[in-house]
């Protein structure tokens, strides 16, 4: 089950049917089922705080993603700054969807064992966002 939720943040337009559809495409992809998929929304602040307890990391993020993966079935909670993400789609040049999008996918390939910290990761994972974007742009109305 994928699941979706705001605090302290206004909940962002989600066309959520397509996007469990486009999540569960793009685990298939990894050879991955979806378990227990908990999305949270929060502001900067939030995030900070969550980074700072269970991370011990003293900076802000767009996402923080908790693995809670068993054998070939993605199981995680993801916490999203909903204002870091605004900040980056301006910063890229990117629409605020856009940048959400890319986002909430970046979580899911971190649970399908996709890194980003090491030499060479970052072009890797971007090139995994970039195909699982293109697939998301398929399955929404034009």
């Given amino acids: 089950m994928i ?17 469990n ?35 011990g990391h003293d900076y802000y ?11 070939d079935t993605i199981s995680g909670d993801l916490v999203i700054s909903l204002d870091t993400v605004r ?13 959400l999008h890319r986002v909430i996918i970046h979580g899911i390939l971190h649970l399908c064992g996709i890194n980003d910290k090491g030499p060479g990761e970052r072009e ?4 995994h966002e970039n195909e699982a974007l293109a697939l998301l742009a398929k399955l929404l109305p034009a």
Wanted: charged share 30%.
């Fill in 87 to 99: 900040t980056n789609a301006d910063l890229f040049h990117k629409a605020y969807a856009d940048e």
């Fill in 21 to 55: 559809q486009w999540i569960r495409q793009v685990a298939a992809r990894h050879g991955r089922k979806v378990g227990d998929i908990g999305y949270m929304f929060v502001n900067d602040d939030r995030i900070l705080e969550v980074n700072n307890t269970y991370l």
């Fill in 61 to 71: 993020t767009d996402i923080i993603t908790f693995d809670y993966d068993e054998a």
């Fill in 3 to 19: 699941t979706y939720h705001a605090e302290g943040v206004k909940m962002p337009h989600l066309k959520k049917r397509i996007l």
């Fill in 124 to 127: 890797v994972m971007e090139a």
